[in-house]
């Protein structure tokens, strides 16, 4: 393992220093705001001790990054694929434009989660919040799953606004009221069926592994399943519907 003190280095320095490493695994100290760790590196683990800045693994493709703390905005910005593991909250634009691979939050993330996240083939990205989020979840979405395991037991744990513009993909929010949620009529949503549930099983399944929490609880709650309607104008602009 390649260990690397972040404590008062440029981002510029600190993200060439990880490139060099040319290591498997690689441990970060005492970050502190720098942006763009874990773009353009391949077949690593980076581990972080601290708060990354923004776009923590951008385009991100064979590469996995656990965060021991929080995150700031635009994690995962157009990642291809790997993985991003977040013990802590995550800031705004969380998976924007994410294309593949997964991003698990233990806890909350900010506006704007998942805007614009897109599938194509066999590459579905999935995202998995724990807690809540801001205004504006999954605008945009063409793709993907993202799923709201609100731990908080709130009525409406995704704020305003939940999926506008949505034309694709599909969104599950657990133990919220389907009312306090105020979904628009451009969506379609209702109780998950036992097919749904076994679809986001796995992903499911790996992150209760990774934070500690009861798979068999989780999985026991009542999941609202969203996905767009079928007549909704943006859906013929996009090749993978």
């Known amino acids: 393992m390649t260990i690397i003190d972040a404590r008062g280095k440029h ?41 990354p800045g923004n776009a923590l693994g951008a385009y991100l493709n064979n590469c996995e990054i656990h965060v021991n703390g929080n995150a700031q905005d635009a994690t995962g910005d157009t990642m291809n694929g790997g993985k991003i593991i977040i013990h802590g909250n995550s800031g705004d634009a969380t998976g924007y434009a994410m294309r593949g691979g997964v991003i698990y939050i233990s806890g909350n993330v900010g506006y704007r989660a998942g805007v614009h996240i897109k599938s ?42 939940i999926a506008n513009g949505m034309h694709g993909g599909e969104i599950y929010i657990r133990n919220a009221d389907a009312d306090a949620l105020r979904l628009s009529d451009r ?45 909704s104008p943006y859906k013929q602009l996009y090749v993978n519907n």
Request: net charge negative; proline share 2%.
């Open 11 to 51: 981002f510029r320095d600190l993200n060439r220093e990880i490139k060099d490493a040319g290591d498997a695994e690689i441990l970060v100290q005492n970050c502190n705001g720098q942006r763009y760790i874990g773009a353009g590196v391949d077949n690593a683990v980076i581990k972080i001790n601290g708060v």
């Open 120 to 161: 194509y083939g066999e590459f579905k990205p999935v995202i998995i919040i724990g807690g809540k989020t801001g205004n504006f979840l999954a605008e945009y979405q063409a793709g993907g799953m993202i799923v709201l395991l609100n731990l908080g037991k709130l009525q409406n744990p995704a704020g305003d606004f």
């Open 187 to 231: 969506l379609v949503y209702g109780e998950a069926a036992k097919s749904d549930l076994d679809e986001i099983s796995k992903n499911i399944e790996e992150y209760c592994g990774i934070f500690g929490l009861d798979y068999k609880e989780i999985m026991s709650g009542r999941f609202i399943r969203i996905t767009p309607n079928t007549l």
